[in-house]
Antibody
C-alpha cells in the first residue's frame, strides 16, 4: 500500500525559504523507474507542477520556478525534500507530493499541506 | 512547454446526464501521455484516466477518455451524484508536466 504525507511549516514570512518534506511508504526511491513529484494549488485555483526527482537522482523543475526550487531525496529515510527560496504571498498554496512510476502519471498523492506566506 | 486548455470552465448538468469535458494541447503530447484527474473539495486529486484512454484502477466504466490529435476528451456517460467535482487534465510525457486550468462539473 503506497502512502505519502507532506510535512512542514504552515506559515512562512516573505523572503524566507520554505522546506517541505514528503515521507512515503509502500515503495522505494531506489527502485528503477520510480519518481516523486511536488504539485501546488493556490486556494481556489488550478494545480501547478513544481518539481520531480527520479530513482536515479534525475531532477526536473518547472521553468518558471527553477531558480527558486531544489528537490532532493533521502532513500534511507524514504523522504523527498523540496525547498523554495524567497517566498512571496502569491506562493500561498496547498503543496502536494505524489508518486509516479516509469511513464505513468501521478497515481498516488499525499493529503497536501497548506502553506501561508504572510508577514 | 505544452499548454493545456480545458473547456468549458464550468459545466452544469443533472445526475443521469452525459458529461463531455475537453482538453486541448498546444502541441503534440508524446505517446498519448495525457491523464485526467478528479478533485473534490478538500481532497487531493484522484487519477481517473492515463494514456488518454485507459482507466486507472478502481475507476468505474462510466468514465472514458479519447483523443484526436491534440484534442482530448473525458466523457462521463451517466452522471452519478458523487461525480460532481473539478477535473484536470495533465500531460506527463515531457517536462514541464503541465496541468490544464480545470473544468468544474456542478449540479444543475
Amino acid at each position: 500500500q503506497i502512502t505519502l504525507k507532506e510535512s512542514g511549516p504552515t506559515l512562512v514570512k516573505p523572503t524566507q525559504t520554505l522546506t517541505l518534506t514528503c515521507t512515503f511508504s509502500g515503495f522505494s526511491l531506489s527502485t528503477s523507474g520510480v519518481g516523486v513529484g511536488w504539485i501546488r494549488q493556490p486556494p481556489g485555483k488550478a494545480l501547478e507542477w513544481l518539481a520531480l526527482i527520479y530513482w536515479d537522482d534525475d531532477k526536473r523543475y518547472s521553468p518558471s520556478l527553477k531558480s527558486r526550487l531544489t528537490i532532493t531525496k533521502d532513500t534511507s529515510k524514504n523522504q523527498v525534500v523540496l525547498t523554495m527560496a524567497n517566498m512571496d504571498p502569491v506562493d500561498t498554496a496547498t503543496y502536494y507530493c505524489a508518486h509516479r512510476h516509469l511513464a505513468a502519471p501521478f497515481d498516488y498523492w499525499g493529503q497536501g499541506t497548506l502553506v501561508t506566506v504572510s508577514s | 512547454e505544452i499548454v493545456l486548455t480545458q473547456s468549458p470552465g464550468t459545466l452544469s448538468l443533472s445526475p443521469g446526464e452525459r458529461a463531455t469535458l475537453s482538453c486541448r494541447a498546444s502541441q503534440s503530447v508524446s505517446s498519448s501521455h495525457l491523464a485526467w484527474y478528479q478533485q473534490k473539495p478538500g481532497q487531493a486529486p484522484r487519477l481517473l484516466i492515463y494514456g488518454a484512454s485507459s482507466r486507472a484502477t478502481g475507476i468505474p466504466d462510466r468514465f472514458s477518455g479519447s483523443e484526436s490529435g491534440t484534442d482530448f476528451t473525458l466523457t462521463i456517460s451517466r452522471l452519478e451524484p458523487e461525480d460532481f467535482a473539478v477535473f484536470y487534465c495533465q500531460q506527463y510525457g515531457r517536462s514541464p508536466y503541465t496541468f490544464g486550468q480545470g473544468t468544474k462539473l456542478e449540479i444543475k
